[in-house]
Nanobody, 114 residues
């Protein structure tokens, strides 16, 4: 199993970014994908989950601004982030957990700053 994130960058407060996570080596229809983030000096934090079949789950703190979605044709899971705040800064990681073990990507940096 391999997961590769992309789409991070520098964005101003109030802006938007869409992150991508490409999954390979495992049937995408069975993939359980989570997005997580880690801010400097803080523990890794759960952001969103996409279940097989399309169901999604978020912690209450992420609801409303972040949206996770999956594109089965391209074996890709997206994280749409709107109304970004400086505290959203961090490295965003994608992970696949449906295979029986968890596979993490290398992460993509998101910086929200004016």
């Amino acid at each position: 199993v391999q997961v590769v994130e992309s789409g991070g960058g520098l964005v101003q407060p109030g802006g938007s970014l869409r992150l991508s996570c490409v999954v390979s080596g495992f049937p995408f229809s069975e993939a359980i994908i989570t997005w997580n983030r880690q801010a400097p000096g803080k523990a890794r934090e759960w952001v969103a989950t996409s279940w097989p079949g399309g169901a999604t789950m978020y912690p209450s703190s992420m609801k409303g601004r972040f949206t996770i979605s999956r594109d089965n044709a391209n074996t890709t899971v997206y994280l749409q982030m709107n109304s970004l705040k400086p505290e959203d800064t961090g490295v965003y990681y994608c992970a696949e957990a449906g295979s029986g073990s968890t596979t993490w990507g290398q992460g993509t940096q998101v910086t929200v700053s004016s």
